[in-house]
């Protein structure tokens, strides 16, 4: 019974990071709309290099389209799926 609970502990924490990197991926898709906005400087930077790796994994999937990168749906999609099962599948 105890092991259970630390991997329903463990999935849970996971599925919270999901739910937090979810949250920087729609920051940084919003800012891609301020074309003025420097990626080089450092608030955006970091976003920036936490973000494009995954993004990037569907950029090679679905290439933007006419300057509108749809890439981002499907990096929604996966982790969300993925936050859901690892709250629902391990719960007590």
Do not use: H, K
């Amino acid at each position: 019974m105890e092991s259970s609970a630390v991997i329903a502990l463990i999935a849970q924490s996971l599925a919270t990071t999901l739910q937090f990197y979810l949250i920087l991926l729609f920051i940084r898709v919003l800012l891609s709309w301020f074309p003025n906005i420097d990626w080089s400087r450092v608030p955006f930077s970091l976003l920036s290099q936490l973000t494009d790796p995954y993004l990037n994994l569907f950029r090679s999937i679905i290439p933007p389209l006419g300057g509108l990168d749809l890439s981002p749906i499907l990096g929604f999609f996966l982790l969300q799926f993925l936050a859901s099962f690892l709250s629902s599948s391990f719960l007590y």
